[in-house]
T-cell receptor, first 113, second 112 residues
């Protein structure tokens, strides 16, 4: 059984650019959630995908968007990057049919200059 | 609005001393609460959930609905307990666990 993986591990972008972050869910999990963790803060929920559909969204603007693929991997896209988007982006997978614990990936650290 | 508060940014204790990491929540529904832990250079991982009522690595947490608290306790701290601890509240979407609302975290430092 493989755990949640994320790529890339680090990324540097400039303001106004677009970025795509990727997540592979744990084997057998069909639900993926994305979180943003700013320095010194707890993770903040962005959105969740279940069976390729958005299944809930936190307080993030539309320039944060996502996709889930048939193999349950997922992407987080952020357009028109702002300096405040600099953070650690965490992906977590879970299975509604199981105990529903969310298993987190190692994160992608994004720096916007 | 739903909220999780961890009042201490840093908690420093000596090895063998009791530990209590505080967590208070604000939620009008029936809460499901968790403690997550992040050891140095490791990913965030579940420590325990209130619904399981189990003890993990000697830690326990009791949900007190009257005080809206879910404090994490361990009678005798070990150096390997040093880590960042996050309390989290789960909201549900369509019957599935969805949004986890995290506190800001408490860094536990256990000194020898």
């Amino acid at each position: 059984e493989t755990g949640v993986t994320q790529s890339p591990t680090h990324l540097i972008k400039t303001r106004g650019q677009q970025v795509t972050l990727r997540c592979s869910s744990q084997s057998g999990h069909n639900t993926v959630s994305w979180y943003q963790q700013a320095l010194g803060q707890g993770p903040q929920f962005i959105f969740q995908y279940y069976r390729e559909e958005e299944n809930g969204r936190g307080n993030f603007p539309p320039r944060f968007s996502g996709l889930q693929f048939p193999n349950y991997s997922s992407e987080l896209n952020v357009n028109a990057l702002e300096l405040d988007d600099s953070a650690l982006y965490l992906c977590a997978s879970s299975s509604p049919s199981g105990e529903e614990t969310q298993y987190f990936g190692p994160g992608t650290r994004l720096l916007v200059l | 609005a739903q909220r999780v508060t961890q009042p201490e940014k840093l908690l420093s204790v000596f090895k063998g001393a009791p530990v209590e990491l505080k967590c208070n929540y604000s939620y009008s529904g029936s809460p499901e609460l968790f403690w997550y832990v992040q050891y140095s250079r490791q990913r965030l991982q579940l420590l325990l959930r209130h619904i399981s009522r189990e003890s993990i690595k000697g830690f326990t947490a009791d949900l007190n609905k009257g005080e809206t608290s879910f404090h994490l306790k361990k009678p005798f701290a070990q150096e390997e307990d040093s880590a960042m601890y996050y309390c989290a509240l789960s909201l549900f979407y369509g019957g599935s666990q969805g949004n986890l609302i995290f506190g800001k975290g408490t860094k536990l430092s256990v000194k020898p």
